[in-house]
C-alpha cells in the first residue's frame, strides 16, 4: 500500500497519519486483535501501544467507512435481509442486516428485540438512505411483513428461507471477529466496530472467485488507491 508521506501531520497525533491509516486498514482487513496489528507495527520499527491502535480504529475508522459510503455506485434494488443473534455481556441482541443483489452490505443495525417494530425501524433507515427497493428477499420471520406493506409497498416481498443463503454468508467475518473480541463489550462497540468493518471490507474483499488474477489484483491495486485519497482527507 503505497501512501504518501509528504502529506500533513494529523494536528496532536505523534505518529505520521500514513501510519495510522495503516493500523486501522490492518485491523479492518484480516482477522486481528489490536494486540496483533501492535506487533505487525513493530516488527517494521513503529512502537505503539494497542490501547493507541484501539483509539485510532474508533476515531478513523468510521471517517474510512462513510468514504467508501460516499464513493460506492448506487446499490442494486434487489436487497436481502436478515437477523442473526449475537451476545453482549450475557444478554441477547439482534444484529440487522442487508445486503444488495450483488452481495455488498448496505447497512447494518444492533438492536435489543427481534420484533416488527425492530424490523420497521431498520428498513426505514435503509430505506432514507437509498430509496424504496423492488424486491425484498427475507426468511420467514413474520415480523417483516407488516413493515414491508407499510413502506415499501410497491416492493415484491420474498419469504423463503433457502432464497437468503447469500445474506447467511455475510454474517461469517462477524462470527471470526466476535471470537476474536471474546464477544462484543457493548451495543455501542458493536454498532460502531461491525459499520465500519462491513464498508472497508467491501472495497479490500471483492468476490475472488468471479474473477480472473489479473482482475482481482486491478481490483485491489482500486482498493489500496482508494486507501490512499481517504488517508489524505483525514481530520482529526
Known sequence: ???????????????????????VWAYHRFAMSTADVEDLL????VIVSREAIRLWVNLFGPHFANCVRRDRPRPNDKWHLDEVVISIRGKKHWLWRAIDAEGDVLDILVQTR????????????????????????????????????TLAADADHRAHKGLNNAIEGSHRPTRK????????????????????????????????????????????????????????????
Open 1 to 23: 500500500m503505497k501512501i504518501p508521506t509528504s502529506v500533513l501531520r494529523l494536528k496532536g497525533f505523534r505518529f505520521p497519519r500514513e501510519i495510522i491509516a495503516y493500523a
Open 42 to 45: 513493530a516488527e517494521r520499527g
Open 114 to 149: 427481534r420484533n416488527a417494530k425492530a424490523a420497521k425501524r431498520f428498513l426505514q433507515r435503509l430505506i432514507n438512505q437509498f430509496g424504496e427497493p423492488r424486491v425484498v428477499i427475507t426468511d420467514k420471520l413474520r415480523s417483516y411483513v407488516k413493515p414491508i406493506k
Open 177 to 236: 471477529r466476535e471470537k476474536i473480541f471474546s464477544r462484543f463489550k457493548s451495543h455501542r462497540q458493536a454498532q460502531r466496530f461491525l459499520s465500519a468493518h462491513d464498508q472497508i471490507n467491501l472495497i479490500f474483499r471483492p468476490r475472488r472467485f468471479q474473477l480472473t488474477a489479473n482482475s482481482y489484483r486491478h481490483a485491489r491495486a482500486d482498493a489500496f488507491s482508494l486507501w490512499a485519497e481517504y488517508t489524505i482527507e483525514m481530520v482529526a
